[in-house]
């Protein structure tokens, strides 16, 4: 299925006429099988994130309405696409029953385009708390430009953007079997970062150029990350429980040895300054959590500025995939670099390695 998936044909034959009623529901119906978090109001298959929806993911409310597209600390945020049900129309949008562009906060917010049933372009620009602020609906010719949804012969669907007849903008690619593919497209083929969303809501980050594609990650490794970070928590407290009951140990000691007026000469010295000195044997030949160099023993600090490179990476690869998004390109990518090269140069002073992204500094 992935292959099917990553390699969909259009043809014209193919186009698909919208289902008379609920047609979202038909469409989705088997992708949200199998979903990560489900209640009465919605549910929601995606990235998670620390136990919040992060990332990408797909997003069905009480009504019926349906988002697919990018999410931040729980909330709408980024770009995406939403869906509302028959006989609805996408808030402060008259006529429009597909909205793909940007959101903040869960509100329009940005760039973003209206679609009407029939695929037509109802207003294209911009919007400011979910309200477009230029004239409604849009007077300009797009006649070229239109949503629409489109069959292979392996009964996979294509539900997005169409422009002088190819796949060009935002869309999903809707496996028979339940997978689910979302992202970019230009000239027809899949183009910049997208997310591979199996039925089993298992997941891969992608990012394609000219159709070739390198996996960035998936939930395998996340959460392959997340147990080393758990079980490096255990190894820090570990070593910290280990060295506080040396301290007590040898503490208590010391203020026998005082009371008693015998101080011993392997634990407590007179300096020529008359300081004490004090040489705890225990303690020293416990190896502190930076003698390993182990990543694990860094603890949540390593782990954290990992991540925090890691998205920083990500973000160049956007920049550098529509770098017409960018009105400073340059000076936000040297920017991005910069602060990736003073992650790696940190932990490399602390002994430890963050391997360099390709694309740091790799301004183009």
């Not at 695929?119 to 477009?132: L, M």
């Not at 020529?272 to 502190?288: A, D, F, H, P, V």
Request: hydrophobic share 30%.
């Amino acid at each position: 299925m992935r292959k099917v998936i990553f390699f969909f044909i259009v043809s014209l034959c193919g186009v698909y006429t919208l289902p008379a009623q609920n047609w979202q529901e038909e469409i989705f119906k088997k992708t949200l099988e199998v979903v990560h978090e489900k209640s009465k109001k919605e549910c929601y298959k995606g990235q998670i994130m620390k136990n919040e929806r992060d990332g990408m993911g797909l997003l069905k409310m009480r009504d019926g309405t349906l988002y697919v597209g990018d999410f931040y600390k729980g909330r709408i945020s980024g770009i995406g696409m939403l869906l509302v049900p028959d006989g609805n129309y996408v808030s402060y949008c008259d006529s429009c029953t597909v909205y793909i562009g940007n959101y903040h906060n869960g509100k329009k917010s940005g760039i973003g385009t209206c679609y009407a049933r029939n695929g037509d372009v109802v207003y294209s620009g911009k919007f400011i708390e979910d309200k477009p602020i230029e004239s409604y609906p849009s007077t300009d010719d797009y006649s070229f430009r239109y949503f629409s949804l489109i069959k292979d012969d392996g009964q996979n669907m294509f539900v997005g953007e169409i422009y002088d007849g190819q796949l060009n903008g935002f869309g999903l690619i809707i496996g028979k079997n339940g997978d689910l593919y979302m992202g970019n497209f230009k000239n027809g083929l899949k183009n910049g970062i997208g997310l591979y969303l199996k039925y089993d809501a298992e997941w891969e980050i992608l990012n394609y150029k000219e159709n070739n594609y390198s996996v960035i990650s998936s939930s395998g490794k996340y959460r392959s990350a997340e147990a080393e970070l758990k079980q490096g928590k255990k190894q820090i407290r570990g070593i910290m429980l280990e060295n506080l009951s040396a301290v007590v140990t040898s503490a208590t000691q010391l203020v026998s040895s005082i009371q008693n007026n015998k101080p011993e000469n392997n634990s407590v010295e007179l300096s020529n300054s008359g300081n004490i000195n004090t040489s705890y044997n225990n303690i020293s030949s416990t190896k502190s959590p930076a003698d390993s160099r182990n990543p694990a023993s860094a603890g949540t600090a390593l782990s954290t500025d990992r991540n925090i490179y890691s998205k920083y990476e990500t973000q160049l690869i956007q920049m550098r995939t529509y770098p017409e998004r960018y009105p400073n390109y340059a000076s936000e990518y040297k920017n991005i670099s910069s602060k990736m090269q003073q992650i790696r140069a940190k932990w490399q002073s602390r002994g430890y390695t963050i391997t360099k992204s390709p694309y740091e500094g790799n301004l183009q």
